[in-house]
T-cell receptor, first 113, second 113 residues
Framework: AQSVTQPDIHITVSEGASLELRCNYSYGATPYLFWYVQSPGQGLQLLLKYFSGDTLVQGIKGFEAEFKRSQSSFNLRKPSVHWSDAAEYFCAVGMDSNYQLIWGAGTKLIIKP | NAGVTQTPKFQVLKTGQSMTLQCAQDMNHEYMSWYRQDPGMGLRLIHYSVGAGITDQGEVPNGYNVSRSTTEDFPLRLLSAAPSQTSVYFC????????????FGPGTRLTVT
C-alpha cells in the first residue's frame, strides 16, 4: 500500500543549528512531493514542492528539500534554524489518481534557545 | 482574495447533536477536501469533491456528509456527533487539472462532550 513515513515524532534543535527532517514514501513511480508547516493553532502552509527536474528544491523561509529516488526520500533541510521555526512539519505525497495527498504523521520541531 | 475560509473557529457539541462546518474558497478551485487532524495521526481525508455536484468518500467518511452545490462552498455535516469526532477539521482546495497542491483554511476545533 502507498504510505508516507516521517520517522521522527519530535526533534529538538538548538537555535542556529542545522536541521534535517526525514520523509520516506512507498510508491512504484515518481510521486509529487510536498512539505507543509503548521504553526501552533494555525492551518497548514506550503513550504516547498517537487514535481520534476532538479532534485534539490528551494522553498520559503530558507528551507530546501532533496528528492532521492534511490532512497524514496524527500528530506527537508535548513542550515540555521530560528526560534520562529518551531512548528509541526508534514510531508505529503501525491500519488493517488484522484489528486489527493497522502500525509505523513508529522514531526514536531522544538527549538532550544 | 480571502483564500479558504472556515467557520466557526471553535465549537462544542453534545453527543447526538448535529451541525455544519462551513468552508468557502474564492480562488475558483475545482477540488476541495475535508480533513480531520488528530494528535500523532497526521491528516486523514474525510470527503472530497472534484467539482460542483461531485463528491466522494475519503479514508474516514463515517458520520459525516458533504455536498457541493457551488464551486465556492463545501460544507461538512456531522449527522449525530460522537466524542470520537472531537478533532480539528481542515478544509482545503486545489486548482483544477493535474495538481496536488492544496491550500488550507485555518481550521475548526470541535469538541464533543
Amino acid at each position: 500500500a502507498q504510505s508516507v513515513t516521517q520517522p521522527d515524532i519530535h526533534i529538538t534543535v538548538s537555535e542556529g543549528a542545522s536541521l534535517e527532517l526525514r520523509c520516506n514514501y512507498s510508491y512504484g513511480a515518481t510521486p509529487y512531493l510536498f512539505w507543509y508547516v503548521q504553526s501552533p493553532g494555525q492551518g497548514l502552509q506550503l513550504l516547498l514542492k517537487y514535481f520534476s527536474g532538479d532534485t534539490l528544491v528551494q522553498g520559503i523561509k530558507g528551507f530546501e528539500a532533496e528528492f532521492k529516488r534511490s532512497q524514496s526520500s524527500f528530506n527537508l533541510r535548513k542550515p540555521s534554524v530560528h526560534w520562529s521555526d518551531a512548528a509541526e512539519y508534514f510531508c505529503a505525497v501525491g500519488m493517488d489518481s484522484n489528486y489527493q495527498l497522502i500525509w505523513g504523521a508529522g514531526t514536531k520541531l522544538i527549538i532550544k534557545p | 482574495n480571502a483564500g479558504v475560509t472556515q467557520t466557526p473557529k471553535f465549537q462544542v457539541l453534545k453527543t447526538g447533536q448535529s451541525m455544519t462546518l462551513q468552508c468557502a474558497q474564492d480562488m475558483n478551485h475545482e477540488y476541495m477536501s475535508w480533513y480531520r487532524q488528530d494528535p500523532g495521526m497526521g491528516l486523514r481525508l474525510i470527503h472530497y469533491s472534484v467539482g460542483a455536484g461531485i463528491t466522494d468518500q475519503g479514508e474516514v467518511p463515517n458520520g459525516y456528509n458533504v455536498s457541493r452545490s457551488t464551486t465556492e462552498d463545501f460544507p461538512l455535516r456531522l449527522l449525530s456527533a460522537a466524542p470520537s469526532q472531537t478533532s480539528v477539521y481542515f478544509c482545503a482546495s486545489s486548482p483544477s487539472g493535474n495538481s496536488y497542491e492544496q491550500y488550507f483554511g485555518p481550521g475548526t476545533r470541535l469538541t464533543v462532550t
